[in-house]
């Protein structure tokens, strides 16, 4: 199929790049990265991402791990398991 249609959109230099980072991490262009994300959408007929906006807690709670905070760590599963427990 001839790739013949254009789409133009604005976006913040900040998250163009740091999605553009992301993207090439993966193997991506950003136009790779449009073509799949439509393709999804036509194949399955909706969009292909559950949106939520998450509760306070885990807001907070998601917002403290990207800060580094609160974290643990194991050294094997078990002891992770091990961890449930007590």
Known sequence: MAQSAVIHARIDS???EETERVLSALGLTPT???????RQIAMRGEFPLELRV???STAAALSE???GEGLET?????????SWNS
């Open 14 to 16: 900040s998250t163009k």
């Open 32 to 38: 790779e990265a449009i073509r799949l994300f439509y």
């Open 54 to 56: 998450p509760n306070s």
């Open 65 to 67: 791990a990207d800060r």
């Open 74 to 82: 194991f050294s094997s599963t078990d002891d992770l398991y091990a």
